[in-house]
């Protein structure tokens, strides 16, 4: 037979089509035509949807088994977290049970040694409960925003604290809402007196590090790290002995007589939901905002705006005289000889001090009536 009659094709089961390396280049292509068309398109959103809505029931059967052991496990886990802690509270409870029948024997004879004494008796300061909203968007504040306000009299200068202690002062009211400032904003400043040595001080905000910090101390004041201050009461607004930060770090320096001393917040605004507000003992910001400052005519003040441009005044006054006792002070403790010839003259800068205090309070109530409302003259 000649070979040109010969049929060389392969028979139909050997016969395979295109070559591998043409299906590979064709479905590669496709599987980056459908990956862009779906990335930029959508296009197989609603197959994606259709098989996950038809592989749910699928999906909840299988992962049923894991799940009852998993609620299996958590509940006998937490039974015995229950128990134990119901052991804990009744130890507590127990070694409480001497202290709490002492309670209505001391409160008592408190008040038979402060009637002795001619003390007033102290203040049960009304309180109410708010819940913060949110915190302020401005970098340079710390600020919180609260769901009570003048509909609910809340007053400005308010005190605001949590379970573990002061958070804030109440800054700026509106009908619904009152705008808190914290602690640790630069602007703030507590009175506050150490626990354990009983010295009292003013502690600021320092809202780069989220802290505070107690200034104008004396280099060699006695103050170490771990000390708890609360609140003086001394300003009027915040009530003594509510917790508000404890002493971290303690930085003395030779060529300085002011030690710098850093506080940490006893408080936590960013884990706190609900907080309680106090009211001022009644010759705080309230009074110096509304223009109840005994010997001062009263300005005109809108309440959503703040302190008036006199209670700004007044603050910076007091500010400036505590910074210049605290150097006064920290230089008599670094040149005792300097202190003891200073004596004589101390009596005339009282004198000094006098008259300028007298100008201050005529110049603020010729100041005062001045003021526009909305704080600004």
């Not at 030779?254 to 936590?268: C, E, K």
């Not at 005519?297 to 441009?309: E, I, K, L, Q, Y």
């Amino acid at each position: 037979m000649p070979l040109a009659t010969l049929d060389r094709s392969p028979p139909p089961f050997f016969k395979q089509g295109p070559s591998a390396f043409t299906r590979l280049t064709f479905f590669s292509a496709l599987a980056v035509l459908l990956m862009v068309a779906d990335a930029r398109w959508k296009m197989t959103q609603p197959l994606r949807a259709a098989v996950a809505t038809v592989l749910h029931p699928v999906q909840q059967a299988l992962l049923a088994p894991s799940r009852a052991w998993d609620t299996t496990a958590h509940y006998f886990a937490g039974l015995d977290e229950a128990r134990a802690m119901q052991a804990r509270a009744e130890r507590q409870i127990t070694a409480q049970a001497e202290r709490v029948m002492r309670v209505d024997d001391l409160l008592r004879e408190n008040a038979r040694l402060r009637a002795l004494l001619e003390l007033h008796p102290r203040l049960d300061v009304p309180s109410t409960s708010a819940e913060i909203l949110y915190a302020t968007q401005d970098p340079y504040t710390r600020k919180v925003v609260i769901d009570r306000g003048g509909a609910h009299s809340v007053g400005l200068g308010s005190p605001v604290i949590d379970p573990a202690g002061v958070i804030g002062q109440v800054t700026r009211v509106y009908p619904l809402t009152s705008e808190v400032t914290l602690v640790t904003d630069q602007d703030a400043a507590v009175p506050v007196v150490n626990v354990r040595t009983e010295q009292r001080g003013v502690a600021y905000g320092l809202p780069q590090s989220r802290g505070m910090e107690l200034r104008f101390m004396a280099g060699n004041a006695d103050v170490q790290v771990g000390d708890r201050l609360e609140t003086s009461g001394l300003d009027g607004v915040y009530p003594p002995g509510l917790p508000v930060a404890q002493v971290a770090r303690i930085h003395r320096r030779a060529d300085s007589a002011v030690a710098r001393i850093v506080l940490t917040p006893l408080a936590n605004p960013e884990s706190s939901r609900h907080v309680l507000l106090l009211q001022t003992t009644g010759h705080g910001l309230e009074g110096v905002v509304q223009g109840k400052v005994p010997g001062a005519p009263a300005a005109a003040v809108d309440p959503t705006s703040g302190a008036s441009a006199a209670s700004v005044a007044a603050a910076s006054a007091a500010a400036a005289a505590a910074r210049a006792h605290a150097r006064v002070a920290g230089h008599a403790a670094s040149h005792p000889a300097s202190a003891a010839q200073a004596v004589a003259p101390s009596s005339a800068q009282s004198a000094g001090r006098g008259a300028a205090s007298s100008a201050a309070s005529h110049v603020a109530s010729s100041v005062a009536p001045a003021v526009k409302p909305g704080g600004r003259p």
